[in-house]
């Protein structure tokens, strides 16, 4: 078993299986009266496989609900991943160094001098 929780849900399963099993044999002659049979053992019946039903149901949808909540908080930690800054991005600063733009000015273009800068303006 992967956890406790599943060793008792696997317990759970065996004792619904039994208990069922055992009200399968009161629908049968044992109890001469079919009014008591269908009404109680009926209804007994009903009961415990709903129980059943609603607690297994109960489980598959916690599931979902913690695989969908997994699935979005991936897709929104990588929509909203932190983009790197294009202002200061080196790659854009060279390109701008080698053309000589006015707009970063001497200090980031110092191998142009004063008329190569006037040629490139």
Known sequence: ????????????????????????????DAEP?????????????????GIYLCVHL???FADVCKQ??????GFFKKLCRKKPDAK??????ER???????KYGADLAPELNESERKLKS
């Open 1 to 28: 078993m992967d956890s406790n929780f599943a060793l008792y849900i696997e317990t759970f399963n065996e004792v619904i299986t039994v208990f069922t099993l055992y009200l399968m044999m009161s629908f049968t």
């Open 33 to 49: 009266d079919v009014g008591i049979r269908n009404a109680i053992y009926g209804g007994f019946f009903i009961g415990v496989i």
């Open 58 to 60: 109960t489980i598959l």
């Open 68 to 73: 969908l909540k997994d699935a979005c908080a």
């Open 88 to 93: 200061n991005d080196p790659k854009r600063i």
């Open 96 to 102: 701008k160094r080698q053309r000589g733009s006015a």
